[in-house]
């Protein structure tokens, strides 16, 4: 009998940590670009989970703005990761 496990996420800090991006700015282009990222209720606060590929696609924003993208095509352009299968 095959069980799926389920699939690991992680936290802001986490992924700050992996990725060396303020906390911040993950938070700006979650709010804005990545509506896919899971958000959990806990108490009053709201929490992001990131899962492998989200962390994917944010890296990919990251380096096509550093080679010259706008924050308006960097994540159109990185959101091609979220359609690979």
Same mark, same amino acid.
């Given at each position: 009998?095959?069980?799926?496990?389920?699939?690991?996420?992680?936290?802001?800090?986490? &992924?700050?940590?992996?990725?060396?991006?303020?906390?911040? #700015?993950?938070?700006?282009?979650? /709010? !804005?670009?990545?509506?896919?990222? =899971?958000?959990?209720?806990?108490?009053?606060? &709201?929490?992001?989970?990131?899962?492998?590929?989200?962390? #994917?696609?944010?890296?990919?924003? /990251? !380096?096509?703005?550093?080679?010259? =993208?706008?924050?308006?095509?960097?994540?159109?352009?990185?959101?091609?990761?979220?359609?690979?299968?």
């Amino acid at each position: 009998m095959s069980m799926n496990k389920p699939e690991r996420t992680y936290s802001i800090g986490d &992924v700050e940590e992996i990725l060396g991006l303020p906390k911040q #700015r993950i938070r700006h282009w979650c /709010d !804005r670009y990545l509506h896919q990222v =899971q958000r959990i209720q806990i108490g009053e606060n &709201v929490q992001r989970r990131f899962t492998e590929r989200d962390i #994917r696609v944010i890296r990919q924003i /990251d !380096r096509l703005m550093a080679r010259g =993208q706008t924050l308006k095509s960097a994540p159109e352009k990185a959101q091609t990761i979220y359609r690979e299968d």
